[in-house]
């Protein structure tokens, strides 16, 4: 009787193993599927919350533990979560950059200030179109950082202008040195 007993418990186990192990297959796909979605939002938002790389660190995590997760479940699965995110990589980089770039923290990084910093001191904005006349020699401020391009109120104009050495924090002194075009050119007094 424990024979028979014995039997029909390993024939029990047998006939659970298959559903089992597709149930256990399933969760796996879907927890690689998970892990990518979560580093997915994690490399949305390292775009937008300055983290200093905690997120774009956990982005990689995910992205790594999702290949694992995929290469558990099969080789086939592994090597195309590999390359699918091989080839996708320098799309998402290129894209994020683009975002990125249009976002009011790089903004501020790049030109020290928004776009329209200083119009409310009664200068105005000038476009290459209506591009005032500047001669070498010129002086004004810098109402932004010249990183080494920027803004600076020479007379009463607001001007696009590039520093010909370094950088130039906002508020400093500026001359005009050359003029080329609509390309003006300037160095820090002092």
């Given at each position: 009787m424990t024979d028979a007993l014995a039997s029909l418990a390993l024939l029990a186990q047998d006939a659970a193993t298959p559903q089992a192990a597709a149930a256990q297959s399933s969760a796996l796909i879907a927890a690689g599927f998970v892990l990518l979605a979560v580093a997915l939002v994690m490399g949305f938002?390292?775009?937008f919350v300055p983290t200093a790389g905690v997120l774009a660190v956990g982005t990689a995590v995910c992205l790594v533990a999702s290949v694992v997760v995929f290469f558990m479940h099969s080789a086939v699965w592994g090597f195309a979560a590999l390359l699918a995110y091989s080839a996708g990589a320098p799309f998402a980089l290129v894209i994020g950059f683009k975002v990125w770039s249009r976002s009011p923290i790089a903004r501020?990084?790049?030109?020290g200030g928004t776009a329209d910093a200083g119009e409310e001191d009664g200068a105005t904005a000038v476009g290459a179109a209506g591009a005032p006349a500047v001669r070498p020699g010129d002086r004004g401020v810098a109402l932004t950082g010249l990183r080494p391009v920027?803004?600076?109120r020479l007379g009463e104009s607001r001007i696009e202008v590039t520093a010909e050495f370094g950088l130039v924090d906002a508020g400093a002194e500026v001359e005009v040195t050359s003029v080329s075009g609509d390309r003006v050119?300037?160095?820090?007094?002092g």
């Open positions: 938002a390292e775009l501020r990084m790049v030109l920027g803004f600076a050119t300037v160095r820090a007094r």
